[in-house]
């Protein structure tokens, strides 16, 4: 009787620790990630384009790219126009390429 007892103490205790284990591995899944959703890449693509269109032809972005850790955003529009956009002294710059 003791050792069935022993047993499922044993038991017990493991599944409270493989239980454990797997909530820090579901808390560690939901952390905010880096990623735009959908949307707010639309924002931004749709942003991009009329700060280009105040001085260049921008009738489309076909890409959009800010992941060069630089602090600009690179963007073609129409597959032919390639933009740079910064923001030095916290005025927006777009420079065509």
């Not at 797997?22 to 991009?48: I, V, Y």
């Not at 850790?69 to 065509?96: H, M, N």
Request: glycine residues 6%; hydrophobic residues 40%; aromatic residues 8%.
């Amino acid at each position: 009787m003791g050792r069935v007892i022993a047993v499922v103490m044993v038991l017990i205790a493991l599944l409270i620790k493989l239980a454990g284990d797997d909530g820090k591995h579901e808390a560690q899944a939901e952390e905010p990630s880096n990623q735009l959703t959908d949307q707010e890449l639309q924002d931004a693509k749709d942003f991009a384009q009329a700060l280009i269109q105040r001085d260049y032809t921008c009738d489309k972005v076909t890409t959009f790219s800010n992941s060069n850790f630089s602090g600009r955003i690179d963007v073609w529009c129409d597959d032919q126009y390639q933009y740079e956009i910064t923001k030095p002294g916290g005025r927006w710059l777009v420079e065509a390429k």
